[in-house]
């Protein structure tokens, strides 16, 4: 059984009309104004929005912190019992 690739799309296939292969650049002009156009677009947070992101964001790493500490403490003192053969000193 033979396979064959079929696509929907002539842009998988064809350059658009126009494009040398993608080798036109944009000056900085045009792109500070589709860099602007862009940023019109986005959906900034609220002030609470923006509160609560940060409050969680916060809780998370002090938890890892915590988490990664207990790890760093219970290893080091397993490590220090397999070598020392006493971990009260």
Do not use: C
């Not at 396979?3 to 080798?23: I, K, L, M, N, Y």
């Amino acid at each position: 059984m033979r396979w064959q690739v079929v696509s929907d799309t002539p842009a998988v296939h064809e350059p658009r009309e126009g494009s040398r292969g993608g080798d036109k650049r944009t000056g900085p002009t045009t792109f500070y104004r589709q860099v602007v156009a862009e940023l019109r677009k986005v959906v900034w947070p609220t002030q609470e929005q923006l509160r609560t992101y940060f409050i969680v964001v916060m809780v998370f790493v002090i938890v890892m912190m915590a988490f990664v500490s207990m790890l760093d403490l219970a290893f080091g003192r397993l490590v220090f019992a397999l070598f020392t053969g006493n971990s009260n000193q």
